[in-house]
């Protein structure tokens, strides 16, 4: 099934498709800005988390699906020493900023190979990867079972998905002003950074009607992962989910 990414509801996947290349095309330079300015620096805390949790170790070959400008990729570098990572993304222009990065250093040594990859269909054999990384990545894709479903497909025997994604805060008045942040301070917010303000209406409708941490675990599980666990982040705006393929 495919569905409009906005909304949840059932609609061609050439909709959402065409709408995140066109958002991600035009903010790929201000990205970065704007995510450190609207989460009030939480993103790296959440990015380090993620690689806390991360079952990731130097002889693992990684690759990070929409991986964008390279925030997790280098972050997975820096912090775990992976022997390769694969850094992927449907939008040119968010591989090429995160280029400029690699060539600046900022993978600390470890070799980096980029590629413009939907994650939803992805150009890898069977079980290539030991671990795959995605952040932000899967509430973008309107057909998510087919996504999990090559993840699946790509990942080792025994290899770990480890996602970060916005999510559901479980206290209803930390969520209730979590809302209000998201319905009308995020558009503003992302119109005064990026002047895309309509990029920031559908990131903010994106997140209200993306499953929360129960539905995310229970669609990981559908499509044939095991043992997976979530850690929340900042009460729950986002969390980090973990789930192993079938050794
Ligand atoms: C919010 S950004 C996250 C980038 C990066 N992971 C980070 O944490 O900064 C979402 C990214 O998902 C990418 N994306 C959206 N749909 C995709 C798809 N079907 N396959 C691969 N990447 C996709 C977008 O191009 C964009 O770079």
């Known amino acids: 099934m495919s569905i409009d990414t906005a909304t949840g509801a059932e609609a061609p996947a050439e909709l959402s498709s065409t709408r995140v290349k066109d958002i991600f095309s035009h903010i790929a330079k201000k990205y970065e800005r704007f995510n450190a300015v ?10 380090a988390r993620m690689a806390h949790l991360a079952p990731i170790g130097p ?7 929409a991986g964008g ?9 820096r912090m775990l020493h992976p022997r390769h990572i694969q850094c992927t993304d449907l939008v040119p222009e968010m591989l090429d900023v995160a280029r400029m990065h ?3 250093g900022a993978a600390h040594g470890v070799p980096v190979d980029f590629e413009v ?3 939803q269909n992805m150009p890898y054999a069977n079980e290539s990867y030991d671990a795959i990384t995605m952040a932000y990545g899967i509430r973008n894709m309107p057909e998510r079972e087919r996504a999990l479903a090559e993840i699946l497909r790509v ?9 970060l994604e916005f ?4 206290n209803p008045a930390w969520r209730t002003l979590y809302l209000f942040y998201l319905k009308h301070l995020i558009p503003f917010w992302g ?10 209406v559908y990131l903010s409708k994106s997140i209200r009607a993306f499953p929360n941490q129960r539905e995310l675990a229970h669609m990981m599980e559908q499509a044939g992962f095991v043992n997976v666990t979530w850690k929340n982040c900042t009460g729950g705006i986002a969390a980090i989910h973990v789930a192993q393929k079938p050794a």
């Open 102 to 104: 690699y060539e600046r």
């Open 167 to 170: 999510s559901t805060p479980p």
């Open 38 to 47: 609207s989460s009030f620096g939480a993103y790296k805390v959440w990015l």
């Open 117 to 119: 990859v939907d994650g």
């Open 155 to 163: 990942l080792k025997p025994g290899g770990h998905l480890v996602c």
């Open 191 to 200: 119109n005064v950074v990026t002047g895309d303000r309509e990029g920031f």
């Open 59 to 65: 002889n693992d070959d990684v690759l990070d699906i």
């Open 69 to 77: 400008t390279g925030d997790v990729t280098f972050t997975m570098a």
